[in-house]
């Protein structure tokens, strides 16, 4: 299940977004990509070597303390998927701006929280990552 997240998020997002590529799971992403490397270079979650030495690295340590940031039962009310009414307002009014805004409160962490997977090997961040992809 995890591994099939990361790979969707790296399609839909197209950010810094690590996993591995399982051939029996995504035969033609296995060929773009071989092994267990993203076609953005990045190795996958299960690579400890290279992700603990990416720690001390100042640009990891800022994603990783975003990603924190919706860790907290804060972030938890935007867990909500927004009325379909949101959606159709567009086609009434031509007024997208409430539904956009709506829907980046949810997937806008989703990139900083899989990076900071990652790089911390922390499955707390995996589990965040599966519970904003099931409101969306």
């Known amino acids: 299940m995890t591994g099939r997240l990361f790979f969707i998020f790296s399609l839909i997002f197209g950010g810094m977004i690590c996993g591995n590529a399982k051939e029996a799971v995504f035969p033609k992403a296995s060929k773009v990509c071989p092994g267990n490397a993203w076609c953005y270079g990045l190795p ?16 990891f340590q800022n994603i990783v303390k975003h990603a924190d940031r919706f860790m907290s039962g804060n972030y938890d009310r ?23 805004n709506a829907y980046s409160r949810i997937y806008n962490p989703l990139a900083s ?17 599966e519970q904003i992809a099931s409101v969306l």
């Open 44 to 59: 996958g979650m299960g690579n400890r070597e290279f992700w603990n030495g990416k720690q001390n690295e100042a640009v």
């Open 113 to 129: 929280l899989t990076v900071a997977a990652c790089v911390t090997g922390d499955e707390r961040y995996v589990r965040r990552v």
């Open 78 to 100: 935007y867990l909500v998927r927004p009325p379909d009414d949101l959606y159709l307002e567009f086609s009434r009014n031509g007024n997208r701006t409430n539904y956009q």
